[in-house]
């Protein structure tokens, strides 16, 4: 992959492709994180992934030449290697472990959709925020003195739109989490203070 691709970097913020933009390149993330989100007619954006070293973005548009499905945006510095989708095509001709790869990331990706709309769009506001407070300190927590902290420069409105509920909503569910000391919350950034008493509320809510 390295071979058949250049080497580009994006600043933080950075729009690195929008939904409904023609492509034929693969990006596959070799230094920080990006965000993939999708947007709707009303101007609202739910996040759908942040993916990290590593991880193959645009996948879908390289193989089956269609537009992009969602908006990538970069969270912190970026370098991300692009590889053409002919080249692409060339490479899981050549190397078949590499067109299984591909497939096993789209299987993923999907499995992860699935997961997360029962997760998120089904049941309580307040079950579906714990569930995807639980995914997002497990996916990309880093360890504080205080707990685990969540700093993915996703705002409340962002996080409310990925699980289909009204921003005040949200706000009312994480002002309870912060009386119970569950979790603390600033400027696009959420602290879980006790993991094990979220997992233990997640489940009396599911």
Do not use: K
């Not at 580009?8 to 596959?28: L, M, N, T, Y």
């Not at 060339?90 to 959709?113: I, K, N, T, Y």
């Not at 307040?126 to 205080?146: K, W």
Request: overall charge positive; glycine content about 8%.
């Amino acid at each position: 992959m390295r071979s058949a691709g250049t080497r580009r970097r994006f600043s933080p913020g950075a729009v690195i492709w929008s939904q409904g933009e023609p492509s034929q390149h693969v990006f596959v993330v070799l230094e920080g994180r990006i965000r993939v989100s999708t947007g709707s007619v009303a101007g609202r954006e739910a996040v759908l992934a942040i993916c990290g070293p590593g991880e193959i973005v645009g996948e879908l548009s390289a193989v089956d030449g269609r537009t992009r499905s969602a908006n990538v945006a970069a969270v912190d510095q970026v370098e991300v290697l692009v590889v053409p989708a002919a080249r692409l095509d060339r490479l899981c001709e050549e190397h078949p472990r590499v067109a299984w790869a591909m497939l096993r990331v789209v299987a993923d990706r999907l499995r992860q959709s699935d997961r997360r709309r029962s997760e998120y769009v089904d049941g309580s506001v307040a079950h579906r925020t714990v569930a995807l407070l639980l995914d997002l300190a497990e996916q990309y927590g880093r360890p504080v003195a205080a707990g685990v902290e969540i700093a993915l420069s996703i705002s409340q409105q962002q996080l409310a739109d990925t699980m289909s509920v009204s921003r005040e909503s949200l706000a009312r569910v994480l002002r309870e989490l912060r009386d119970r000391r569950l979790v603390d919350t600033g400027r696009q950034r959420i602290t879980v203070l006790d993991l094990a008493g979220l997992r233990a509320l997640g489940a009396e809510s599911a």
